[in-house]
């Protein structure tokens, strides 16, 4: 079965720590594999998505198919980074996102 | 082009009531996924069009929801006799799953 697992809801941070969100996944074949992030009043925008290797806003993503993780990270956090963040799957053999439950990032000053 | 419309933001109605939703896509993506979304959880699966061709529906989707695409460009979800376990965030998305979807606001449904 596809499936997503974000463990922590709430990731707690002081501005300029490093933060590392956790993703892990359950997919028997290659799957794409994305960050979407949503701030406050605002709509699910995608962040970031393995195959692109990129960087979007410090953030960078590694896709460890030995672990099945794809965790979100970014050296020096800001608190414009404080949103809710989710993990997503998409299987080559359909064309939907399975999504994790989230992760709450909060930045403090 | 201003991205994903969903219209109503809100609808608050009583049980048993039907209700309908309305995506409008980004004119040049021809999939449209609907999603729901209740308190505490990610977005979850329910239906997807390629054009008008309905591909794929989660066991989600009861048979008291329906979705359609006429023409393949706007979409409308319908609930039936709705119930109070079918209040949620219902999320319109198009593009392509491979290359990331592009979502809309959402309409915020509460069954009283």
């Known amino acids: 079965a596809q499936r997503v697992t974000q463990p922590e809801k709430l990731l707690s941070v002081f501005k300029g720590a490093p933060v590392e969100l956790k993703c892990n996944y359950s997919y028997s074949g290659s799957p794409e594999l994305f960050w979407y992030v949503q701030y406050s009043r605002q709509r699910l925008q995608l962040l970031l998505r393995h195959i692109s290797r990129e960087s979007i806003k410090g953030f960078t993503a590694d896709l460890n198919k030995g672990e099945t993780s794809f965790h979100l990270k970014k050296p020096f956090a800001q608190e414009e980074d404080s949103a809710m963040y989710y993990c997503?799957?998409?299987?080559?053999?359909?064309?939907?996102?399975?999504f994790g439950t989230g992760t709450r990032l909060q930045v403090f000053p | 082009d201003t991205g994903v419309s969903q219209d109503p933001r809100h609808k608050i109605t009583k049980r048993g009531q039907n209700v309908t939703f309305r995506c409008d896509p980004i004119?040049?993506?021809?999939?449209l996924y609907w999603y729901r979304q209740t308190l505490g959880q990610g977005p979850e699966f329910l239906t997807y069009f390629q054009n008008e061709a309905q591909l794929e529906k989660s066991r989600l989707l009861s048979d008291r929801f329906s979705a359609e695409r006429p023409k393949g460009s706007f979409s409308t979800l319908e609930i039936q006799r709705t119930e109070q376990g079918d209040s949620a965030m219902y999320l319109c998305?198009?593009?392509?799953?491979?290359?990331?979807?592009?979502f809309g606001s959402g309409t915020r449904l509460t069954v009283v």
């Open positions: 998305a198009s593009g392509q799953g491979i290359y990331g979807y592009t």
């Open positions: 997503a799957l998409n299987g080559r053999s359909t064309d939907k996102l399975i």
């Open positions: 004119s040049e993506h021809n999939r």
